[in-house]
């Protein structure tokens, strides 16, 4: 996720422009030593979308290349669809943060992040809706040790990385006993 999505979600939502994602169309480079991917390889350049809503951008991407890879890796380890899922939401959210500030708010960049992380359904081409797997509620926390502070904001969903040996929680994990979950939860933060 952290190879693929960034710099396709920026071409999608910064450009207006369509990688052809599906898993035929592109290849990943594994480093030597940890087998981590260092990079994707997109053999065709794409064509460019502008005008297109976030649906038509981003259909691809999330339905015929994440959708299928998070089910499998799902019946492989029994790992929550939720967290896969979550996971790709960290990746995706500073990207078109930092694009709607970049851009100057540009609406088209506001529409995505709207339409990818807060909008609970997903348009279909034939009118009906299927659930939006990335619209998480933000959690918001705020540190045991000091509760003064003002409140973090937590990944909505823990990657499960504290169980690791030797690694521990992340610094934004939801169940860190480092934070105290605020009691109201908005999805507007």
């Keep these: 996720l952290h190879a693929l999505l960034p710099p396709v979600a920026a071409a999608a939502s910064l450009l207006q422009h369509g990688f052809p994602v599906t898993p035929e169309q592109v290849w990943?480079?594994?480093?030597?030593?940890?087998?981590?991917?260092?990079?994707?390889?997109?053999?065709?350049?794409?064509?460019?979308?502008?005008?297109?809503?976030?649906?038509?951008?981003?259909?691809?991407?999330?339905?015929?290349?994440?959708a299928p890879l998070f089910a499998r890796l799902t019946q492989l380890t029994r790992l929550a669809p939720k967290i896969l899922w979550g996971n790709a939401v960290r990746y995706l959210e500073p990207v078109l943060e930092e694009g709607l500030r970049m851009s100057g708010q540009a609406p088209a960049v506001a529409a995505d992040l709207e339409h990818l992380l807060h909008r609970?359904?997903?348009?279909?081409?034939?009118?009906?809706?299927?659930?939006?797997?990335?619209?998480?509620p933000a959690r918001r926390g705020v540190r045991v040790a000091d509760r003064s502070a003002p409140p973090v904001t937590l990944h909505r969903q823990c990657c499960l990385y504290y169980l690791v040996p030797r690694l521990g929680y992340c610094g934004a994990c939801p169940l860190s006993p480092e934070f105290e979950r605020e009691r109201c939860a908005s999805t507007a933060d």
């Design 28 to 66: 990943v480079s594994l480093d030597d030593a940890d087998g981590d991917p260092e990079c994707f390889h997109i053999v065709e350049l794409g064509t460019p979308r502008p005008g297109t809503d976030t649906a038509a951008r981003y259909d691809v991407l999330l339905w015929t290349h994440l």
């Design 120 to 136: 609970p359904t997903w348009p279909q081409p034939c009118g009906e809706a299927r659930d939006n797997p990335m619209c998480m």
